[in-house]
């Protein structure tokens, strides 16, 4: 690490009881993947330590949503309702891809979401080669969130190798953290600490089988929405504390997949045809869902708990339809490996046919007076178009969201999700 050297300044909370700091403080820079922690008491000078990186190397703060940014919607904030592929990733790795969330203004997230909101906003908007300053990182937020916030910035640090210099009153969140230094900073007097060896609270997530009627409670967080996937065999529960915080969900696989052809050529839609069916459900399983309660997003839990399923499953190949890029690494941290494509369903190629014809953009399904500007006829046969996409089974992609008037908000964002989709087919096989 080299080092920044700030001036002394005048702090305290008490302004009849100025502390003069005995000398500069030598403050221990970060290099790309690493993270400093800047810990002590309240008015001990953490935040001048802080606004001096800042200055000092053009640092980024996290951003602090004025009352306009908190009225709009998610997705808004940053600069499109229908987001690119780096939006989606951050958003994912930072735990907030679900419709629910979506739909929500930035005013109604917890102050779990919302700091999970500023980080998010902070990557796409960062380059390697500055550093990240966060002040606080724990305010507001209860002892198990900050501890999951922590490990979630450990991960994205050393991902996207970043510089991060942090700030915080509570020591017992840096083993989750990960620091590569520690600093105490007291009345001014800055010392070093050694790092605390390293703790995943994924460590904490416990196993076990479930039952179909305990995806009630997850429902809502998945982009999909209430609907129950199809025939399911096997469901696994991750538990944290004895209380379930995610669900993997495994059922019989659909017999036409086209994506087999090449992948699974002994399971592909011919010999299904032709009598296949009882060696594709005997030997296949496809992952219908995965859901991870928000606030324990972003440590690693969805893939801990794929491969726990992966284990307990008396198939030995399982296959997932689901979007590439942004909502696929936890598939393939689980052990999956993308084996190919899936052509779209009939119901989102007649969707898209629909809007070439009449000149629509996929944006302007998220308008509030779309209705009003088609006739009648075409307003119920879009409407007709996008009730026969949702009711699709396969899992696509994204959710997006619309500002609400003429077809209904959630058939719209679920439309969209699959219209702008690029579906890709995964594949496991277990080890022989």
């Known amino acids: 690490m080299s080092h920044l050297d700030y001036a002394a300044r005048t702090f305290g909370l008490d302004p009849r009881a100025i502390v003069h700091p005995p000398q500069a403080v030598s403050l221990p820079l970060p290099e790309p993947g690493e993270t400093l922690a800047v810990i002590g008491p309240s008015g001990a000078g953490k935040t001048l330590a802080l606004r001096a990186c800042m200055n000092a190397h053009n640092g980024l703060e996290l951003p602090t949503l004025s009352d306009e940014q908190l009225d709009s919607p998610v997705l ?3 600069g499109t309702q229908l987001p690119g592929e780096r939006v989606l990733r951050n958003l994912a790795r930072m735990g907030l891809a679900d419709g629910r969330l979506w ?3 930035a005013r109604d997230l917890s102050a779990g979401e919302y700091r999970r909101l500023q980080l998010a906003l902070a990557l796409v908007a ?6 990240l300053m966060i002040d606080e990182l724990d305010a507001h937020l209860d002892a198990v969130t900050a501890r999951v916030i922590a490990r979630n910035l450990c991960r994205m640090v050393r991902r996207s190798a970043l510089r991060l210099v942090v700030s915080t009153h509570r020591p017992e969140i840096l083993p989750d953290l990960q620091p590569a230094r520690v600093l105490r900073i007291d009345d001014g007097i800055a010392s070093d600490l050694p790092a605390p060896p390293p703790l995943e609270i994924a460590d904490e997530i416990e196993f076990a089988r479930g039952r179909v009627r305990d995806y009630a409670r997850f429902a809502t967080w998945h982009y999909l929405g209430g609907g129950r996937p199809g025939p399911t065999s096997d469901v696994f529960l991750a538990l944290h504390e004895r209380r379930a915080i995610g669900i993997a969900m495994f059922g019989y696989p659909h017999l036409l997949l086209g994506a087999r052809n090449t992948a699974l050529p002994e399971f592909a839609p ?14 296949v399983r496809l992952l219908q869902r995965v859901v991870i309660e928000p606030r324990f997003r972003g440590i690693g839990a969805a893939s801990r708990l794929i491969r726990y399923g992966l284990e307990n499953i008396s198939a030995p190949i399982v296959e997932c339809v689901a979007q590439m890029g942004a909502f696929s690494d936890f598939l393939l941290a689980a052990g999956f490996v993308r084996a190919g494509e899936v052509k779209a369903p009939p119901s989102v190629r007649g969707l898209r046919a629909f809007l070439r014809r009449h000149g629509i953009g996929h944006e302007a399904l998220l308008r509030e007076d779309l209705s009003d500007r088609l006739a009648p006829e075409l307003v119920a046969e879009l409407e007709r178009h996008i009730r026969n996409v949702v009711r699709t089974r396969i899992q696509t992609g994204f959710g997006s969201r619309r500002k609400g008037g003429g077809l209904p908000d959630g058939a719209a964002r679920k439309a969209l999700a699959r219209v702008g989709a690029t579906p890709g087919y995964f594949l496991w096989r277990r080890a022989p």
């Open 103 to 105: 739909r929500m203004r």
């Open 76 to 78: 808004a904030l940053f």
């Open 126 to 131: 960062e380059s390697p080669s500055r550093l």
């Open 270 to 283: 011919g010999r299904i045809r032709a009598g296949g069916a009882g060696g594709l459900n005997a030997n």
